[in-house]
Antibody
Framework: QVHLQQWGAGLLKPAETLSLTCDVN????????WNWLRQAPGKRLEWIGD???????NSNPSLQSRVTISIDTSRKQISLQLRSVTVADTAVYYC?????????WGQGTLVTVTA | DIVMTQSPDSLAVSLGERATINCKSS????????????LAWYQQKPGQPPKLLIS???TRESGVPDRFSGSGSGTDFTLTISSLQAEDVTVYYC?????????FGQGTRLEIK
């Protein structure tokens, strides 16, 4: 049974860097694209980007200049860094499996950006 | 970016009745080379991540009750719940994965009448 467990700091100040990690308990880790998405309060889901075991990534142009997605295949983990956060980055962040559609999701991490 | 627009924003249906949610994409999400629509439907309950219900516009995920069905092609899609159950009352989203950035509809909240 695939399980995605994510963690990271939940409270940030403006201009800091958001950092999240997602651990994938999945023997087929190398077979899938792994994604980061977010959902701000009252807003629709937003795809941040994805990564595959080779290290190839895609990211949303709206966030591309601030986003780094990385992968550790030996640990079966993916990570997200979002630089220079603002209050507009307050959201629940999810990791998810699959190059759309996303058929497995982490539990979500609420990240709040406040001065 | 492809803009996904759902209608209605909220919908009240009696238990046991049919619920229909629509999703329209700003450009076609049908890939001609494989004749597949790159469209998914998700269900999201409060405090939980989205759950994939349907992919490729009409393929139900394993374990999803057969009262859920998806239809449509090109730019217009529909999620139908044939007989609403109490546990179906929540928010539903469509998503296109035809091209990045993948984009979602604004969500439709389903309520009991």
């Amino acid at each position: 049974q695939v399980h995605l467990q994510q963690w990271g700091a939940g409270l940030l100040k403006p201009a800091e860097t958001l950092s999240l990690t997602c651990d994938v308990n999945d023997g087929t880790f190398n077979d899938y694209y792994w994604n980061w998405l977010r959902q701000a309060p009252g807003k629709r889901l937003e795809w941040i980007g994805d990564i595959v075991y080779t290290g190839g990534t895609n990211s949303n142009p709206s966030l591309q200049s601030r986003v780094t997605i990385s992968i550790d295949t030996s640990r079966k983990q993916i990570s997200l860094q979002l630089r220079s956060v603002t209050v507009a980055d307050t959201a629940v962040y999810y990791c998810a499996r699959g190059r759309g559609p996303h058929n497995k999701w982490g539990q979500g991490t609420l990240v709040t950006v406040t001065a | 970016d492809i803009v996904m627009t759902q209608s209605p924003d909220s919908l009240a249906v009696s238990l046991g009745e049919r619920a229909t949610i629509n999703c329209k994409s700003s450009q076609a999400v049908l890939y001609n080379s494989d004749n597949r629509n790159y469209l998914a439907w998700y269900q999201q309950k409060p405090g939980q991540p989205p759950k994939l219900l349907i992919s490729w516009a009409s393929t139900r995920e394993s374990g999803v009750p057969d009262r859920f069905s998806g239809s449509g092609s090109g730019t217009d899609f529909t999620l139908t719940i044939s007989s609403l159950q109490a546990e179906d009352v929540t928010v539903y989203y469509c998503q296109q994965y035809f091209t990045t950035p993948y984009t979602f509809g604004q969500g439709t909240r389903l309520e009991i009448k």
